[in-house]
C-alpha cells in the first residue's frame, strides 16, 4: 500500500475513534460509540499490516501473537464482572506502557529496522521520542499495577507516605529530563536502561500516596498516560494512526481528570503529581464511636417508600458487588404502580470508574431520563420523602461539608441527608473505601437496613 493511500486510511481511522469517543460521552450513545472504535481499530490495524515491505516469516509471528493476545482479551472481557471493571481498566493501561516500553527498547537497540539510523547515530529527534515514550510508558506500566492492587484489595488503599516522598519525585522527574538530555549526547545505552528503571520506580512513587478517594481520577490519569506514552512511540514509528489516537486518548483522558478532580473539589495538579499536598488518611481515619443507630427491615422500608410521593434512589458499589441493578428496576417499577416519583442520583465518582453507576444502570433498562447527576438533582433531596442509598458511602457522607481534618473534606456530595427519611442499605457499619465512618448512618432520620443489597431490594419487591 502506497504511503498516500495508508494516511488517507489512518485519516479515517482517526475519524472513527473521535466518533467513539463522542459516542461514549453518553450512555444513550455508548454502543454506537464502541462499533466506531472497533472498526477504527480494525482499520488501522489492516493498513499497518498492508503497508510493510519485506516483512518475510515475521509474519506468521506477529499474526500469531496478535491471535492469541486477542482471544486472551476477548476471554476476559467476556467473563469480568462489572464490579472488577475499574481494576481491569489498570490492568489494561499497564499493558498499554509496557507496549510503549517495548517498542522504544526495539527502537533503541535496532534502529536501523524503524529507518532511524545506526546503533550510536540514532537521529536527534527520534533519540527523544522513543526516550519520552520509554519514560511515560513505564510511569503508566508500574503506577497502574499499584492502581490495580489498590482497587483488587491486594494493597491497602490507603494513602502511603514518607519523609521527602515529593522531594525525591521532585529529583527523579528532573533527573529522567537531565538523562534524556545526556542520552542524546552519548547515545550510552546504560543511560538509555538508566531512564526505563528510574521511570518504573516513579509509576510507583507517584500512585502509593493516594488514597481510595481519589482512585477514580487516578484511572483516568493513567488512561491519560497511556495516550501521551502510544503518541510518542507513534512519532518513533513514524505511524499517524498511533499518534492520532495516542494523542486523542491522552488529551481525553487529562479533561476527564481535570472535570473529575473539578467534581470532587480537588486540585488537578496535587493528583497527577502523586497527591502533593494530600492529607495522611492514616492519620485521620476516625474511631468508631458507639452511637445509637436505627435499624429496619424490608417491610418497614417498603411502607415508608409506598406511602411516599417521591424516592431518589442513590446506588453505589455495594449495588454493584451485589448485582442488585436488577432487582432495584422491579421495586422502581412497583413504586411507580403505586403513583410514587422516582429518580436516580449519580454521583461523579460513584463505584470505582467514571460511568459505573450509568453503565449498570443501563444493563437494568433503566431509562435515561430518570437518572441525574449530581448538581442536576441535589437540591431535590429536601423535598424528597425518601433517600433510598443502597451501597453508597463515602458519596453520601457529610463530614465531607463539616470536618476539614477528614481526606474527603471538600468532596461535593449528594445531600441525602436532607430527605426526611434515609433508607440506608449496607451490610454493615464499615467505613467505605475511603476509610472513615459515615456521619450519617447516625442521623434521626436515617434507617439502616443491615443486608444483602440484592436480598434486601428483592424482600422489599415482596413486602410491596
Not at 506477529?62 to 482471544?71: E, K, M, Q, T
Not at 476476559?76 to 498499554?96: C, K, N
Not at 546503533?119 to 490495580?148: D, P, Q
Request: some cysteine; hydrophobic content about 50%.
Amino acid at each position: 500500500m502506497t504511503p498516500n493511500l495508508s494516511a488517507v486510511f489512518y485519516l479515517l481511522s482517526g475519524i472513527l475513534f473521535i466518533l467513539a469517543l463522542r459516542g461514549l460521552s453518553s450512555p444513550e450513545s455508548s454502543r454506537q460509540g464502541n462499533y466506531f472504535g472497533i472498526a477504527g481499530m480494525a482499520i488501522a490495524i489492516i493498513v499497518t499490516f498492508l503497508s510493510i515491505n519485506n516483512f518475510g516469516n515475521g509474519f506468521i509471528y506477529v499474526l500469531a501473537f496478535l491471535l492469541i493476545g486477542g482471544s486472551i482479551g476477548a476471554f476476559i472481557a467476556f467473563r469480568i464482572p462489572m464490579t472488577a471493571m475499574p481494576e481491569l481498566v489498570a490492568g489494561f493501561h499497564s499493558l498499554v506502557g509496557l507496549a510503549a516500553v517495548f517498542v522504544a527498547i526495539a527502537a533503541f537497540l535496532k534502529p536501523g529496522a524503524f529507518n532511524l539510523g545506526n546503533v550510536g547515530n540514532i537521529k536527534l529527534a527520534s533519540l527523544i521520542e522513543m526516550s519520552l515514550g520509554a519514560a511515560i510508558g513505564a510511569i503508566t506500566f508500574s503506577g497502574s499495577i499499584i492502581a490495580f492492587l489498590k482497587l483488587r484489595g491486594i494493597m491497602s488503599g490507603s494513602p502511603i507516605t514518607f519523609k521527602g516522598q515529593h522531594i525525591i519525585n521532585l529529583f527523579l522527574g528532573l533527573g529522567i529530563i537531565f538523562l534524556i538530555y545526556y542520552l542524546c549526547k552519548t547515545q550510552s545505552s546504560n543511560i538509555f536502561w538508566s531512564i526505563v528503571l528510574i521511570s518504573f520506580l516513579v509509576g510507583v512513587l507517584l500512585i502509593i500516596p493516594i488514597g481510595g478517594a481519589d482512585m477514580p481520577v487516578v484511572i483516568s490519569m493513567l488512561n491519560s498516560y497511556s495516550g501521551w506514552a502510544a503518541a510518542g512511540i507513534g512519532f518513533t514509528l513514524e505511524n499517524t494512526a498511533l499518534i492520532i489516537t495516542g494523542a486523542l486518548v491522552g488529551s481525553s483522558g487529562a479533561i476527564l481528570s481535570y472535570i473529575m478532580c473539578k467534581g470532587m473539589n480537588r486540585s488537578f495538579f496535587n493528583v497527577i503529581l502523586g497527591g502533593w499536598g494530600a492529607t495522611d488518611q492514616s492519620s485521620t481515619l476516625q474511631t468508631k464511636e458507639q452511637k445509637p443507630v436505627k435499624s429496619g427491615n424490608a417491610e418497614d422500608a417498603a411502607f415508608l417508600m409506598k406511602n411516599a410521593s417521591s424516592v431518589i434512589i442513590v446506588p453505589g458499589y455495594g449495588m454493584a458487588v451485589a448485582q442488585a441493578q436488577h432487582a432495584l428496576r422491579e421495586m422502581v417499577d412497583s413504586l411507580k404502580k403505586n403513583g410514587v416519583k422516582v429518580s436516580y442520583a449519580i454521583h461523579p465518582v460513584a463505584g470505582r470508574m467514571p460511568g459505573h453507576m450509568n453503565v449498570l444502570l443501563a444493563e437494568a433498562n433503566v431509562p435515561y431520563d430518570e437518572v441525574f447527576e449530581l448538581e442536576e438533582i441535589n437540591n431535590d433531596f429536601a423535598n424528597c420523602d425518601v433517600a433510598y442509598v443502597i451501597g453508597a458511602n463515602d458519596v453520601t457522607n457529610p463530614v465531607a461539608k463539616s470536618d476539614p481534618q477528614s481526606p474527603i473534606y471538600g468532596m461535593p456530595i449528594l445531600d441525602v441527608e436532607k430527605s426526611k427519611s434515609v433508607l440506608f442499605v449496607k451490610r454493615s457499619l464499615s467505613p467505605g473505601y475511603a476509610g472513615i465512618d459515615n456521619d450519617l448512618f447516625y442521623r434521626d432520620n436515617t434507617l439502616m437496613l443491615f443486608a444483602d443489597a440484592k436480598k434486601m431490594t428483592e424482600e422489599i419487591v415482596k413486602s410491596l
